[in-house]
């Protein structure tokens, strides 16, 4: 068995996508895979990945969606393809360090941990460094989870056999909607405080933090269950994290 599968969907990804796939390239983890969906690019995506599978000294495996069907969606064909002990998620514009996959599932190893993020860095379009986004390390629970999402995605590592069928559901800020259900599950989450990640920022338009506000609310009522006051008191919380790190 591969002990990591690295799960990359991809969309109209062509300008980021080959810094992506040679972070993944460049980890010092030798035992993984690279699973690569594409979901019906209409740019030359395509051709990167097939170029990249050719430059890759890694077991690559790819997908092809024959049409859009959302990143949710992506995302599960690909965890259905992996074969590791492990699965790591990665946007098809966000990177990671070289020692990223090493370290963190050497810790999930050591401690018996099935659920574990990091905290990461920021980056523009550009790759020009913004801010950390770093939270105190330790175990988080559901409670943690419903006041807001701690996990960014390119950091989050989950033990394969805990991992239901599709994990992602067809909804807005799915991976937040999927750590609460897979919360449910393992109890608990640890997050490690190193940062091995940067996630791109493509823009911060006020009509994008709304949407994703809306979102937010969304997840918390049909996923974390919070109804009347404890959903307000859940989305505050968020609201007042995301203004803190402006």
């Known amino acids: 068995m591969t002990l990591v599968s690295v799960i990359i ?9 080959w810094e992506t796939l040679l972070s993944v390239e460049n980890q010092t983890l030798d035992d993984l895979e690279i699973i690569i969906v594409d979901d019906s690019s209409s740019d030359y995506t395509v051709r990167l990945i097939n170029k990249f599978k050719e430059y890759s000294n890694r077991t690559v495996r790819t997908a092809f ?11 599960n064909v690909g965890i259905s393809m992996s074969r590791g002990e492990y699965v790591a998620f990665l946007d098809s514009d966000d990177i990671w360090l070289p020692d990223k996959l090493k370290m963190q ?15 990461y860095e920021t980056m ?22 419903l006041k807001g999402n701690p996990a960014g995605l390119l950091t989050v590592v989950v033990k394969r056999s805990v991992i239901p069928d599709n994990l992602f559901p067809d909804t807005h800020h799915e991976d937040y909607a999927a750590w609460i ?12 405080e190193e940062s091995h990640a940067k996630y791109r920022i493509h823009n911060s338009l006020s009509s994008n933090k709304i949407k994703s506000m809306f979102w937010t609310f969304n997840v918390l009522r049909n ?24």
Request: proline share 3%.
């Open 65 to 75: 969606n024959s049409k859009n069907e959302g990143v949710a969606m992506t995302r």
């Open 124 to 145: 523009d379009h550009e790759g020009t460094p913004l801010k950390a986004r770093k939270l105190p390390a330790g175990r988080y629970s559901l409670d943690d989870f």
């Open 223 to 246: 996923f974390g269950g919070l109804h009347g006051l404890s959903l307000m008191i859940g989305f505050l919380n968020y609201i007042l994290k995301v203004l803190g790190r402006e």
């Open 9 to 17: 969907p991809t969309y109209n990804s062509a300008d980021t996508l």
């Open 105 to 119: 599932v050497s810790k999930m190893m050591d401690r018996g941990i099935a659920f574990s993020f990091t905290n």
């Open 181 to 192: 259900m897979l919360i449910r599950k393992v109890k608990y989450a640890f997050l490690f």
